[in-house]
């Protein structure tokens, strides 16, 4: 007896559904339930609906300073990493003939991921500090007279930290669109007469669009949920949703804090429904 279709596809999707339904959907339940109900101040939760902690969120002017320095982090380190991680790609796919040692171009990339996270920003303190290597050189070139501060504990350290650790998101994906990128085209539009530039604009980075959307996903999703770079790399100068999402967990506050993080998971999802919006993933993977 053959099953009808409509089954067919619940047998085929049962398996994601095993899995996002107790980790992902459950979780997302009981955050938003928590998020409107009132709290003991005590880590308690007491049964009696209220919207005061979603006033509360969108009431305080320090939300919007947060979400303003989170997003400012999130934008800086997309366009950085879209930047690098667009040209490597393009280098690795169209200037390294040898397509072994493209491959392994390409493993190299991956380099930083074999340390922790923890080291991997410790390893900028010698290099960004004021008796760092880079201060070092500038003074002994001449370039400056005394050492740079805003290289280390600053916006700037954040997003070099950021920059460092995500472009490996952009650089996968956008490897991966490119490689798909038939020669043939690019040789036939040579032989036509197209410049450099109009072969990038109209072929190279059409084609890519995919990989870069898919990157940018990654890259706004990760920036948007991290807290632990903002408090190492700026020395606790800057902040972000995420962290007084953890403060607030710190002092028991289980409410507050489900509230800000249903607004924080609304806004990534807004962010990400705008990169979606700007490039369908499926119709440009389906080519």
Avoid at 18 to 41: C, H, K, Y
Avoid at 185 to 190: D, I, N, P, S
Avoid at 225 to 243: L, Q, T, Y
Wanted: charged share 10%; with cysteine.
């Amino acid at each position: 007896m053959r099953l009808p279709r409509s089954l067919v596809g619940w047998f085929y999707v049962s398996p994601l559904m095993l899995v996002l339904i107790p980790f992902f959907v459950l979780p997302m339940v009981v955050i938003i339930t928590a998020s409107v109900l009132e709290g003991d101040g005590f880590g308690g939760i007491m049964p009696f609906f209220t919207t005061q902690n979603y006033i509360d969120v969108f009431g305080s002017g320090l939300t919007f300073n947060l979400y303003f320095s989170t997003i400012k982090f999130t934008i800086l380190t997309w366009v950085f990493s879209l930047i690098i991680g667009f040209w490597v790609a393009y280098f690795l796919v169209f200037h390294v003939k040898n397509q072994l040692l493209a491959i392994g171009l390409f493993l190299v990339c991956t380099v930083p991921f074999w340390t922790s996270n923890i080291i991997r920003m410790i390893s900028w303190i010698p290099l960004l500090g004021k008796e760092g290597l880079v201060n070092m050189i500038l003074q002994g070139l001449g370039i400056i007279d005394k050492p740079l501060e805003f290289l280390l504990f600053s916006d700037f350290a954040v997003v070099v930290a950021y920059v460092h650790q995500l472009t490996i998101f952009m650089i996968v994906p956008i490897f991966n669109s490119m490689a798909r990128i038939d020669k043939r085209v690019v040789e036939a539009a040579l032989d036509a007469g197209a410049s450099r530039f109009d072969i990038m604009r109209y072929i190279i980075v059409p084609l890519s669009k995919s990989g870069m959307a898919l990157g940018s996903i990654f890259v706004v999703s990760i920036v948007m949920g991290d807290f632990f770079v903002v408090r190492v790399m700026s020395g606790g100068g800057s902040a972000s949703v995420v962290a007084a999402l953890y403060e607030d967990i710190s002092v028991l506050q289980y409410p507050p804090a489900a509230a800000n993080a249903v607004v924080l998971v609304l806004v990534v999802m807004l962010m990400i429904g705008l990169i979606l919006r700007t490039v369908d993933i499926r119709r440009e993977i389906a080519r």
